[in-house]
């Protein structure tokens, strides 16, 4: 279904107009400034049906709501340590950008183990990885290119792939099914690289457990997909396990997947920023006591003084976590 006709979306926006205000505040950070195309993109997955879709929408507002997913950016996985084991075991990260200024996300299918935390930590990352994608870097693209871009590809890395694989079955159809429930068609094309021959036998089982509009994205693609890739994105947006050749001899590509990795840096201090923020905003205003005719130098440490109290809280509450 390649284009919505402007009737129906009108009558899903009517529809809309009737629910309640705490459903009506989360859609906000769904549609992020473009509301048509959100309700076209819930059109689309329900094929054109409005009462079908406005009830996945009405659904996944919901689900929001019931989770707490507005101020998921506000809860980072800690420690450091617990994250850095997530980020080991769900291989996932940012490499680049189309020419289109479509996001490249690589996923690392065939060495994610999943078996270094347990499956909510899981969970919560892959929401916060979408969420993040959907708040910051969709609309970054957006304002770089100035065009509105809401859709991503995602290259699928198959190497290591073995039939124990399926084992994290259950927890992969949780995921997909998150992905398919509340943030449809934001996917352009899944392009699925270095598949082993195990491949064919885990596609079997998989496969009958995508939505049909999920199964019409894959490609399936050659060796390390390189020269198809080439066709949609600059050499230094494709993932390492993609490439053929090292860009110099003496430069190792850049492990997307590692928390070392730009991305990851920044969407994981992004989350701790928004928690001190969301500590501030909850605790109150700051009181700070100064003496009398104290000089700006006094009123410095005075200030210094509160913010490490309020360090070594958030450093207690994460030796908690």
Known sequence: MAVVPQEPIFQFEALMEEVDESLKKTLQNVHQGYPHETLTRFLKAREGSVAKAHKMLVDCLKWRVENEIDEILSKPIVPTE?????????????SGYTYEGLPVFAIGVGLSSF???????YIQSHIQLNEYRDRLILPGATKKHGKHIRKCIK????????????????????????DDLNYPEITHTYYIVNAPYVFSACWKVVKPL?????????????????????????YSALPHFCRKRASSPQKTPENCFSLEHPFHQQLYNYMKQQSSATRLEREGSIHVSVP?????????????SQLEKIKDMEVSDSSKA
Not at 82 to 94: K, P
Not at 115 to 121: G, N, Q, R
Not at 155 to 178: A, P, Q, R, Y
């Open 115 to 121: 078996d270094k935390a347990s499956a909510h930590y």
């Open 292 to 304: 009398e005719g104290a000089d700006e130098e006094d009123i410095a440490k005075a200030l210094e």
């Open 155 to 178: 290259i699928l890395d198959m190497t290591g792939l073995k039939l124990s694989s399926l084992n994290n079955i259950k927890l992969l159809t949780s995921i997909s099914s998150i």
């Open 82 to 94: 617990l994250y850095r084991d997530v980020r080991d075991s769900q291989l996932i990260g940012l």
């Open 210 to 234: 995508l939505q049909e509009r999920t199964r019409r994205k894959i490609k399936v693609l050659s060796g390390c997909g390189e020269d198809e890739l080439l066709k949609i994105m600059d």
